[in-house]
């Protein structure tokens, strides 16, 4: 509710395309991320989000080398920059959702692999 065009401008220049390298495509999302609480004008979320990172950083960012996850994911990016401009934060909320499970849908399959 409180973004303004700048603010879309800022977000939507964190959106990486899908065919990026995987180094650009985790500093992008990460960047996306930090920019969605900074929107939200959330000191909470941003500090959460930081030791989000600090402490699982790594292991989130493991899918960004996978060319499908990151085509998914710029779509879902796409999606809450949109909900973000037209003041939807349910479509939003529903938005970072998705981003989350396909991560963890991602690193799931991928421990499945492994067994």
């Known amino acids: 509710r409180r973004s303004d065009a700048a603010d879309i401008a800022t977000l ?8 990026d390298d995987s180094l650009s495509w985790r500093l ?7 920019e969605v609480a900074a929107i939200a004008r959330s000191a909470r979320l941003a500090r959460e989000l930081i030791r989000l990172q ?11 080398a996978d060319t499908g996850y990151r085509g998914r ?3 879902i990016l796409g999606d809450v920059a949109a909900a ?12 970072v959702k998705a981003l989350i499970s396909a991560t963890t849908d991602w690193l799931l399959t991928e421990q499945a692999k492994s067994y």
């Open 12 to 19: 939507r220049s964190f959106i990486p395309a899908a065919d």
């Open 28 to 34: 992008a999302l990460s960047e996306f991320l930090l």
């Open 54 to 64: 600090a402490d699982l950083g790594t292991l989130t960012l493991l899918p960004c």
């Open 73 to 75: 994911t710029a779509v």
């Open 84 to 95: 973000i401009e037209t003041h939807d934060p349910g479509a939003a909320e529903t938005g």
